[in-house]
């Protein structure tokens, strides 16, 4: 069966520093992926998606950056931290070529100080 | 661009009561839509999805959801709802074909014993 992990699980970080958060889906291969920050009252907002290593999207232009370094493995990264980055950072993947559903990690939880 | 609106943002109901959350989009083309859930501490998980077909699609643990085309519309439903219904609830869309998905704000539900 098909797992997803992702770590830390939570984060305290000063503003100014770097961050880089790991995903990884076992079980799968050439999986679609995705990262998401989840805020209180605003639902899921899509940071970056990935088809392939090496291919990622970006959808919202920001203090943030993803890379898909192997094929079941996502990073989100930043080389300096903002108060704003702080949330509840959720990575997720999806079957490759459809448009069946998601399968959500356990997600971190990042405050910046 | 596309959006989903989830209107109840805090919903609170006494056991057996019955439910229903709003969720509404704004693309007009083919879209797919889904309910997710996230219970206290645990994965956002799918609750049930449309993809095409009857508009009545039944999920897990008794939900079930209408797609009214001419209402831009995906209400999520359940006739009786128990305490370990409680959880926050995610309205999606995606547009076949592509990799995006757009989630509403989330309702957060609270049922009481």
């Known amino acids: 069966s098909q797992t997803i992990h992702q770590w830390p699980a939570t984060l305290v970080q000063p503003v100014g520093s770097p961050l880089s958060l790991e995903c990884t889906v076992e079980?799968?291969?050439?999986?679609?992926l995705y990262w998401y920050r989840q805020a209180a009252g605003r639902g899921l907002q899509l940071l970056f998606y990935?088809?392939?290593?090496?291919?990622i999207s970006s959808e919202v232009p920001q203090n943030l950056s993803a890379s898909r370094p192997q094929d079941r493995q996502f990073i989100l990264s930043s080389k300096k931290l903002l108060l704003s980055d702080s949330g509840f950072y959720l990575c997720?993947?999806?079957?490759?070529?459809?448009?069946?559903?998601?399968?959500f990690g356990p997600g971190t939880r990042l405050t910046v100080t | 661009a596309q959006s989903v609106s989830q209107h109840n943002h805090h919903v609170i109901l006494s056991e057996a009561a019955s439910l229903e959350l709003g969720c509404n989009y704004s693309?007009?083309?083919?879209?797919?839509l889904f309910w997710y859930v996230q219970y206290p501490g645990q994965h956002l998980q799918l609750l049930l999805k449309?993809?095409?077909?009857?508009?009545l699609v039944k999920g897990i643990k008794g939900f079930e959801a209408e797609f009214i085309k001419s209402k831009f519309s995906f209400n999520l439903r359940k006739p009786s709802v128990q305490w370990s219904d409680t959880a926050e609830y995610f309205c999606?869309?995606?547009?076949?074909?592509?990799?995006?998905?757009?989630f509403g704000t989330g309702t957060r539900l609270k049922v009481l014993a």
């Open positions: 693309y007009g083309g083919t879209v797919n």
């Open positions: 999606a869309v995606n547009t076949p074909g592509t990799y995006k998905y757009i």
């Open positions: 079980g799968t291969s050439n999986p679609n």
């Open positions: 449309y993809f095409s077909g009857d508009p």
């Open positions: 997720a993947w999806s079957v490759p070529a459809s448009s069946y559903e998601q399968y």
């Open positions: 990935s088809v392939g290593i090496g291919q």
